[in-house]
């Protein structure tokens, strides 16, 4: 279990993040919501190990992730932040490859299986030969989210974590659905608990297990979808009117936003 113990974090006299807590098991996928500036980002970068919490702990499987450095944490986690570097010139499956840094005596057959398979199992095999400065921003999130897995599928970790910041900004109506549903799917297959930091409430709502929702840097509850994804409790959060939606002949809902009772944060 990746766990998160009453983290706190300030910068430049700004509280970012107050007394927070979460735990991520494998299998599972945690979305977190939450305004611009609720300090979702922040989390991810404190669980990721790239920020240290002023007050609070974090364990992956019962040991400190303060304690861990480099290759060992990395072989815990992977990350797929929401502006990651993708090195001009490289091809797709280079990017992807790059998750095998950590394994240098990896047998070179092993690699290009492990590549193909995270290629494969991200539907991005199409992008595998094409320079990645010849990709959108939404195909070059998916080369890192099949890097990320490559990492995770060739690490001998009893658990395995994945993180990610936002990976549908870039991705279009159809293709944010479905790297959610896949999300979950690997989740799921590859006993990964994943945690994906997103701002669509109904991305959250057709396919999360948990959400985490915060606010002001706080936790305003953490638990199973139904009991989160409350019109009260979404629009005490949010700060405006929603409209929910449900379809006469399946079990399916969705929010819509029908007017602000207060301006956005930044």
Not at 86 to 113: I, Q
Not at 208 to 216: F, I, M, Q, S, W
Request: hydrophobic fraction near 45%; charge should be positive; glycine fraction near 8%.
């Amino acid at each position: 279990m990746l766990e998160a113990r009453r983290l706190s974090l300030s910068k430049r006299g700004r509280r970012l993040l107050d007394d927070v807590s979460l735990t991520l098991s494998p299998g599972e996928l945690l979305i977190v919501l939450g305004p611009n500036g609720a300090g979702k980002s922040t989390l991810l970068k404190l669980l990721s190990g790239l920020w240290r919490a002023d007050a609070g702990d974090i364990l992956l499987s019962g040991h400190p992730l303060a304690a861990m450095r480099g290759a060992e944490l990395a072989g815990w986690r992977a990350v797929v932040e929401q502006h990651s570097v993708t090195p001009a010139g490289w091809r797709g499956e280079e990017l992807v490859a790059a998750g095998a840094y950590l394994y240098p005596a990896s047998p070179p057959s092993l690699v290009r299986n492990t590549v193909a398979n995270a290629l494969r199992l991200t539907e991005a095999e199409e992008l595998a030969s094409l320079r990645l400065t010849e990709l959108s921003g939404g195909q070059r999130q998916r080369l890192q989210l099949a890097r990320a897995l490559c990492q995770l599928l060739l690490s001998p970790r009893p658990e395995r974590y994945l993180l990610l910041d936002e990976p549908t900004a870039a991705q279009d109506f159809a293709m944010a659905d479905t790297l959610m549903a896949r999300t979950k799917e690997l989740a799921r297959r590859l006993n990964i608990g994943a945690l994906a930091v997103v701002h669509d409430l109904n991305l959250a709502l057709r396919h999360g297990d948990r959400v985490l929702l915060l606010n002001d840097g706080r936790s305003a509850g953490c638990g199973v979808v139904d009991d989160m994804m409350r019109l009260d409790r979404l629009e005490t959060v949010y700060g405006i009117r929603l409209a929910e939606l449900s379809h006469p002949e399946q079990s399916l809902r969705a929010f819509v936003p029908l007017s602000a009772t207060h301006s956005p944060k930044a």
